[in-house]
């Protein structure tokens, strides 16, 4: 049978095991990084070349369950760098990997994945607390934001990574059907198979519109692909998110990116930072818009339909979490989107 996906970019750099293993070769000071804030379940250690610190961070498929819940059997970074897609992000960005290869595994036959060699952006991290950013950093992510949905806008096959369908699925009650069934142990899989429940007691009218579209994203995702395009990298969260001397947004977690629905990015930027945002939702969802606008994008034909359908799916990504917190203010404004958008939806 031929190959239906898209034929990648020739990369500007063919990535290599030997190339990734001859920066190796020189590190010193390896250690394992135990501290980092993800819980996904992917390696991670801290080493020095030629003086400088970098991150090597392994993505495992029998390790890392975001790779088994998005059915990303390789790493999307490794198609990243294969496809040379990291190399035409806007200068507003610093992405800091540096080199990327095959998980090698520890037998004759890993079981998937691979291996990311990075700077050590840390001390440029936003600092993991329960405090709010600061109004300008908030802006500046937003505006960054913009600026690499408009350089991929209407962007064709090879931005095809994860794909949309999977994104909508990662955090779905099949999660936890799966990841019980495994015998896993992470925390998220088992917050998320609790939580799910849970929203039809304390939010029934979100539920009603939501808990459905968790277990089958289909009529979103389709609803959705009437709506523009661009690359999106699909996990704005403050844990990846600082800014460099340069005044750059340093943008870690390559693993979730894909060609979707720019306001998908924004929608999920809103849902897992609301503790520490600065303005609220409509007044970041506005200074959203004008930075797009100023990068020469037209919203007016599109803007209500698709803000209503990502709002709506970043509930279909989050209805557990918000239900664990109880029915608060917060998860009455996501309901309110939900019902809201229900107009949209492909019957």
Known sequence: MPDPRPAPHPPPHPPSLPDLAGLLAGATGREALDDAPGKSGARMERLVIDGRPYVLKHLDLAEDWTMRASGDLRGAPLTLWERGILDRLPDCLNQPIVAVAREPGAGPAPSGGCVLLMHDVSRWLVPVTDEPVTLAQHLSFLRHMAALHAAFWDCGAECDVVPAMHRYLELSPWLGYAEAALGSDHLVPRLVAKGWPLLAEVAPAAAA?????????????????????????????LDN??????????????????????????????????????QDKQAAI???????????????PWWERQLALCLLGALVQFGWEKALGGYDEELAWWESQAVAAQRFLVS
């Open 286 to 300: 506005g200074a959203y818009r004008d930075a797009l606008e100023g990068c020469g994008i037209d919203t007016a």
């Open 241 to 278: 998110l600082g800014t460099d001397d340069a005044g750059r947004t340093v943008l870690l977690d390559w693993e979730q990116p894909g060609r979707g629905a720019a306001l998908s990015d924004l929608a999920w930027y809103l849902a897992i930072n609301c503790r520490r945002l600065p």
């Open 209 to 237: 519109v939501v808990t459905p579209l968790a277990h089958d994203p289909g009529p979103l995702v389709q609803a959705l692909a009437a709506t523009p395009h661009t690359f999106v990298h699909s996990n704005w969260k």
